[in-house]
């Protein structure tokens, strides 16, 4: 097995707690808008693209998460 | 095992993804609630354009389904009740949990007014069909129940009221005229209330809190009607519901005493009306006016709360305040119409 060193392991988990804790944020967020979206759409039909695009908002998080993450693994040697 | 008619079994706590869920089908149906615009319409058009008018707007199914039966005031009437049972209906079945169970638990006001109504018919010698038509089913009563206590004999009533838990009732029907026993059984009913959503979760105690502020303007309404009326304040505070939030008995003893305009500026002291000095004294003249006043006032207050706390049960209890508010202007324009009453007359009493 290749040894790469604490360092550059360090970063990796740093690249994977950043994706994997932006995404659960996300995730959180998109529960509740999630939900409410749904309510909404169920008593009135016009409001399914409205609840989308509210529901996808907190994916900007795990975006930002995903950027991090990625370079983070650019520094990687 | 004895039955408590005020009461359902508690359930459990709601997750905030359902109440997320739930308010916002309740916010979709508010916003489906007519316009203010349309009762200064309502006001200038006669009763089966107004019918004609709600055919067209949420009304439309109850509308449809009896608009081959009846026609006029009638016909609006009987709409607008049986639109607000399957409204309040809609609502249980959507919650769940402990929200169900409180929701429950409050349309059993309804079943309540229902018992009443079947009562008094009974006693006025009404027929069945009328009595039927005034019955809002809106509570937990099932179609057949009110049906059997339509159709049954006053004796046969009692024995199916106590059959439904109602033994305190029947026991003072016998000793007390009917608007009293009404008195107590809603007196019942609210302790109840504030009994089962004493401590508890964060819902429960927002309830709570509604409740009491419901009890207040109940209060505030009945206490200026009987000093109107020159009652004597011994007997006002007979018909003071205990358990109100920023007028409790104490308070009202001491405004019991006191005259109406004194009582007006008392009351415009407290934190419902902090910010609209002047405009229940404004009202004093004429008590219509007040009334309205009042309960627009309640209307606003709930709905602030019910903003400030967008995840709470206080959404759909200013819905239901909402609700009944438009069944309420609605009736009171079409009865105010059918009896010839000045336009001018019926505005005051719309809560606006």
């Known amino acids: ?77 | 095992m004895k039955i408590n008619p005020f009461r359902s079994e508690g359930r459990a706590k709601v997750a905030i993804r359902h109440f997320a869920y739930f308010n916002a089908r309740v916010l979709a149906m508010r916003a489906k609630l007519l316009p203010k615009e349309t009762y200064p319409k309502f006001l200038q058009m006669g009763i089966p354009e107004i019918a004609r008018s709600l055919g067209e707007s949420e009304y439309k199914t109850e509308i449809e389904q009896l608009g081959q039966k009846y026609r006029g005031v009638d016909l609006v009437e009987y709409s607008l009740n049986r639109n607000l049972a399957t409204t309040f209906h809609g609502l249980i079945e959507k919650a769940q949990g402990e929200l169900q169970s409180l929701l429950m638990d409050y349309m059993r006001y309804y079943d309540l007014e229902n018992i009443t109504t079947a009562l008094r018919g009974k006693l006025s010698g009404i027929s069945d069909e009328d009595v039927e038509e005034a019955i809002i089913p809106a509570g937990s009563l099932t179609d057949a129940q009110i049906n059997k206590l339509i159709e049954a004999s006053y004796d046969d009533t009692m024995e199916i009221l106590r059959k439904m838990g109602y033994d305190e009732a029947v026991d003072l029907i016998t000793d007390l005229p009917l608007p009293e026993v009404e008195d107590h059984l809603i007196k019942m009913y609210y302790a109840n209330l504030l009994e089962k959503t004493s401590g508890g979760s964060k819902n429960m105690k927002m309830f709570h809190h509604f409740i009491s502020i419901d009890i207040d303007f109940m209060n505030l309404i009945n206490f200026l009607r009987l000093k109107r009326d020159n009652t004597p304040s011994t007997k006002v505070m007979e018909y003071m519901m205990p358990g109100g939030a920023q007028l409790p008995h104490k308070k009202l003893k001491e405004l019991a005493d006191l005259d109406m305009e004194e009582i007006l500026t008392r009351i415009e002291g407290l934190a419902y009306f902090r910010e609209h000095q002047g405009e229940l004294t404004g009202e004093k003249d004429s008590l219509t006016a007040l009334e309205a006043s009042l309960l627009k006032f309640q209307l606003n207050y709930a709905v602030r709360e019910a903003r400030q706390n967008p995840l709470s049960i206080l959404v759909v209890l200013s819905y239901i305040l909402a609700k009944r508010v438009e069944v309420a202007n609605i009736r009171n324009i079409v009865r105010g119409k059918e009896g010839d009453l000045p336009t001018e007359l019926i505005r005051n009493q719309l809560v606006l």
Do not use: C, H, Q, Y
């Open chain 1, 1 to 77: 097995m290749t040894d790469i060193g604490v360092g550059v392991g360090l970063i990796a988990i740093a690249a994977g707690l950043a994706m994997g804790l932006s995404a659960l944020a996300a995730a959180i967020g998109e529960m509740a808008i999630g939900s409410a979206a749904v309510g909404a759409t169920a008593e009135d039909r016009d409001m399914f693209g409205k609840g989308l695009i509210l529901t996808v908002l907190p994916e900007t998080l795990a975006i930002f998460g995903l950027v991090v993450a990625v370079l983070l693994w650019l520094k990687m040697p």
